[in-house]
Each structure stands twice: as structure tokens, then as C-alpha cells.
């Protein structure tokens, strides 16, 4: 069945002086030539999807605590980076998709069941509110003649409402692709699905804080450095307990250029929570660079995370060692139940 098997004998046991022959534990290196699960045939154009989603979601409720606390200048940057990573967002998961028709055919229908349709159904709350709340930002800059247009006032009336639905609509948006993730097959996806919502909340957080520390001057940036370190150390926390409970996928999360690209994410991330601490309030050229670090560790984590579960497609042990654990678990159960 899988290649690297080999039979063999010893001496002892039950059969007295005689050999008793024994199955040594297999070498799992394929199955009949062939791997056990097949690739996905997602893209990278999806892990930055995932980045700018997250970064979408985490802008979006910077822009919303900015509005409500009187802070335009942070408002106005957030609610800009949360348009730019809307179009973004959408644009590599359309250009992914391969024909733009299919994410309208995904809105045909709604199931609850599947987080395929139920991110789609989220992203397309989501994108009208951060669209509009975006979009009025532009609205001082226009001639009066146009401002006085019924549109244009009634878009600007309609911009806060849009604002806070965008951010309430935000946890999911940056959750959903982790329960989506963690639904497959993808042994370096499903075996943390319980941890995964969390670190893509949390590097959302961080992105969203980075975004606003990078755009705005200091004396207004205060929202977005509580949220950035709230985010940094929400997904570092988040990071390492998934480490703990990963089991043998921990090692294509560790080597390997996914281990590469996490480590980098750590690094950064950690760089900028420090950064952010340290220099966030005095410094503006040291919010800027905490904010760029906190920003290049949300990307490195996302890409990591796809980079990962890919390489767990790759080596059967990874899908038949955790399924062995689950099975003796199950029976040692039974067996202390009975």
C-alpha cells in the first residue's frame, strides 16, 4: 500500500523460541506512486486576497472608532485603505475564479452550510458600505455646484451609517476565510481550524492599526495604535497556541519555505508590536515604520498559512498520522467508557 515498508522478523513473544514476525511502522512517501490528496488548485493570487481582505476588515473599524471619536484625518486614511483593500481583495479573488461571472453565480444561491457561499454572501454586505463610507471621503474635493447635487448629499448622509455597518460586518470578513480554509481536506488547514479564525483576526487587527499608524499623524493615531497592538499580540498569542496543537503538520509550518515565510511573520510582527509601544506616540517616522512591519507581518502570515497547507497535499503522512491519532484517541475512549 504506501512505498518504504519492510517486513522483518525477531526473536521473543508468544511463539516461545520461535520468530515472530512484525510490520514495522510504514514510511509513508506515496500512495502507489501517487499522493494521497491532490493539491489545491488555488493560486497565490488567494493568499494576498486573504492579506487584503484582512487588511479591508481591519481599516474599516479604525475608520469607524476614528468617526466616532472625531479623528478626520484617520477616518478619512482608514476609509480609503478600506476601499483600496476591498478592490483588491476582489480583484485577486475574481482573477482567481478565472471568469468574473462565477462570483455572481456564488450570489444565486445561499448556503448556509458552505463558508464558500456564506464569505461571498459577507463580502458582498461588505463591500457596498466600505465602498460608500469610502467614496465620501471624496466629497469635500468636488465642485460646490456638485456637492449641492441631491446624490452627492445624500451620499454623504449616508456615510457614517455605511462606516459602522462596514465595521460591524469586518470580523467576519476577515474570519470567514479561515473557516473556509479549515474546511478542507488540506491537513495543514483542517488539523487547526480551531486557532485559525483567531490568528486571521488578529493579523487583520494589526494590519488595520499599521495601516492607520503608516497613514496619519500621531496626535490622531491613537485608535489605530490600540488596535494595532491589540492585533500583534492577539496573533502572536494566537500563533503559538496553534503551534502547540498542530501536531505533525507543525513541521511544514516550521521548514521549508512556508517556515521561512513564518518566521519572517513573527519577526515582523513582533518588531512592529515593539515599534508601536516604544515609538508609536513620540515618533512619526517610528509609527511609520511600525506600521510598514506590522503590515509586511500580516502579508508574511497569510502567505505562510497558504504555503503550509499546500506542502501538506504534498506527503501522505500528514494526512494518514493525524487520522491514526484520531482513531486511537476515539478507542481509547471507548474503551475507558466501557
Known amino acids: 500500500m504506501f512505498q518504504g515498508g519492510r517486513r522483518r522478523r525477531r526473536r521473543?513473544?508468544?511463539?516461545g523460541r520461535g520468530e515472530q514476525s512484525m510490520v514495522p511502522e510504514a514510511e509513508f512517501s506515496s500512495y502507489y506512486g501517487r499522493a494521497v490528496l491532490k493539491p489545491p488548485v488555488w493560486e497565490h493570487k488567494i493568499a494576498y486576497y486573504l492579506f487584503c481582505g484582512g487588511l479591508a476588515a481591519g481599516t474599516a473599524v479604525v475608520g469607524a472608532g476614528a468617526d466616532l471619536t472625531g479623528r478626520p484625518a484617520l477616518r478619512r486614511a482608514s476609509r480609503a485603505g478600506a476601499l483600496g483593500g476591498l478592490v483588491?481583495?476582489?480583484y485577486f479573488l475574481v482573477s482567481d475564479l478565472g471568469r468574473p461571472e462565477r462570483f455572481h453565480h456564488m450570489l444565486r444561491v445561499?448556503?448556509?452550510t458552505s463558508p464558500m457561499s456564506v464569505g461571498t454572501w459577507i463580502l458582498a454586505v461588505f463591500g457596498p458600505a466600505a465602498g460608500l463610507a469610502g467614496a465620501a471621503e471624496v466629497i469635500p474635493a468636488l465642485p460646490p455646484r456638485l456637492r449641492r447635487s441631491w446624490p452627492v448629499r445624500l451620499m454623504g448622509a449616508l456615510a457614517r451609517p455605511a462606516g459602522l455597518g462596514?465595521?460591524?460586518?469586518a470580523p467576519a470578513l476577515c474570519t470567514y476565510t479561515a473557516v473556509l480554509f479549515s474546511h478542507t481536506a488540506v491537513p495543514g488547514w483542517n488539523e487547526v481550524r480551531d486557532e485559525l479564525p483567531f490568528v486571521f483576526a488578529g493579523s487583520a487587527a494589526a494590519s488595520g492599526g499599521g495601516f492607520g499608524m503608516l497613514t496619519t499623524p500621531v496626535r490622531e493615531a491613537g485608535p489605530a495604535r490600540a488596535f494595532a497592538v491589540l492585533g500583534a499580540a492577539g496573533e502572536l498569542v494566537a500563533g503559538k497556541i496553534m503551534?502547540?496543537?498542530?501536531?505533525?503538520?507543525?513541521e511544514a509550518y516550521e521548514h521549508g519555505h512556508a517556515g521561512k515565510l513564518r518566521k519572517g511573520s513573527e519577526a515582523a510582527t513582533l518588531a512592529g508590536l515593539a515599534g508601536t509601544?516604544?515609538?508609536g506616540r513620540r515618533s512619526r517616522a517610528g509609527a511609520a515604520v511600525s506600521g510598514l512591519a506590522l503590515l509586511a507581518g500580516s502579508l508574511l502570515q497569510r502567505l505562510s498559512v497558504f504555503e503550509a497547507g499546500v506542502e501538506t497535499t504534498k506527503d501522505p503522512r500528514y494526512v494518514v498520522v493525524p487520522q491514526r491519532e484520531r482513531l486511537e484517541e476515539r478507542r481509547r475512549a471507548e474503551a475507558a467508557g466501557s
Open 12 to 15: 521473543g513473544g508468544g511463539g
Open 88 to 90: 483588491a481583495s476582489t
Open 110 to 112: 445561499a448556503k448556509p
Open 166 to 169: 462596514a465595521a460591524v460586518t
Open 243 to 250: 503551534e502547540r496543537r498542530m501536531g505533525i503538520i507543525r
Open 277 to 279: 509601544l516604544l515609538l
